[in-house]
């Protein structure tokens, strides 16, 4: 199957980024694609309110994604994004959604908050409690992630283990001294760890760097964007996933338990 990665600037008005969304999913869908992964945080986000995604929260009947549901009716590409719904009065939970053919087919709250780098996620938002089950993508077994999810292995682990052959993650991968560096690194580890594609989808704003990446089983990269707005199109194909199975058994190998959700 072919699957398209979308990255884009995220603006401060969310009717603006449903349209983006929306213009993105069209023109994957036209290019053959059967899935299309975008960035995190996708409602609302300013340079000078760095609370603005939590401000802007809508629970899942909101203007923003029923727009998408309404352009995905009749298709059955299936996309994946993340956005804010309110927990609280002034807190969200960071939600990742898949919608296919004007339904919502899956939703994972973000279970590692980004406090790291002198950021406090948890500040406003409250983590998630679950794995993610997978979801199936033209028999295609997709396991779900969210951007600082990446740099912890056993998330990943886990839904190899649960028979991924795909990891999404929508990601706003915020800049900094090593940052690309860790971005492209952990994308590669990922793969490698769990012998499956990871399809990573980056915001380009100011302050994040964009560089959505494909990366297959074995660690190669087959598309990748830079630091401005893109649509990816890469195919995954599952005798790659297959043969990286059978030529390095890390799965097999491995002498520890199953990870688990504390």
Request: hydrophobic residues 45%; proline residues 6%.
């Amino acid at each position: 199957m072919y699957v398209a990665v979308g990255q884009f600037a995220v603006t401060p008005v969310w009717e603006e980024n449903a349209q983006i969304c929306i213009d993105l999913m069209a023109q994957a869908w036209r290019k053959g694609a059967s899935m299309l992964v975008l960035p995190e945080a996708l409602l609302a986000r300013a340079d000078d309110d760095p609370d603005l995604s939590v401000k802007s929260a809508q629970p899942l009947e909101g203007g923003f994604l029923q727009s998408l549901l309404e352009a995905s009716t009749g298709k059955t590409m299936t996309t994946i994004l993340t956005i804010h719904i309110p927990s609280a009065p002034g807190r969200a939970v960071n939600t990742l959604v898949a919608i296919r053919d004007g339904v919502v087919i899956a939703q994972y709250a973000k279970l590692h908050l980004y406090d790291a780098f002198n950021l406090q996620e948890s500040r406003l938002v409250d983590p998630g409690k679950r794995v993610p089950e997978l979801i199936d993508v033209t028999g295609v077994r997709i396991g779900l992630m969210t951007c600082y999810d990446v740099r912890f292995p056993e998330l990943a682990l886990n839904l190899a283990l649960k028979g991924a052959d795909v990891l999404v993650l929508p990601a706003a991968w915020v800049k900094g001294p090593l940052k690309e560096h860790h971005w492209a690194t952990l994308l590669a580890a990922r793969a490698l760890d769990t012998t499956c594609y990871v399809v990573a989808a980056g915001e380009c704003g100011n302050k994040n760097i964009g560089q959505s990446r494909v990366v297959d089983p074995f660690g190669v990269t087959v598309a990748a964007a830079a630091e401005g707005p893109a649509l990816l199109l890469a195919e995954i194909d599952t005798k790659r996933v297959a043969q990286a199975r059978q030529q390095l058994p890390v799965l097999r190998n491995r002498r520890f338990a199953p990870p688990q959700l504390l």
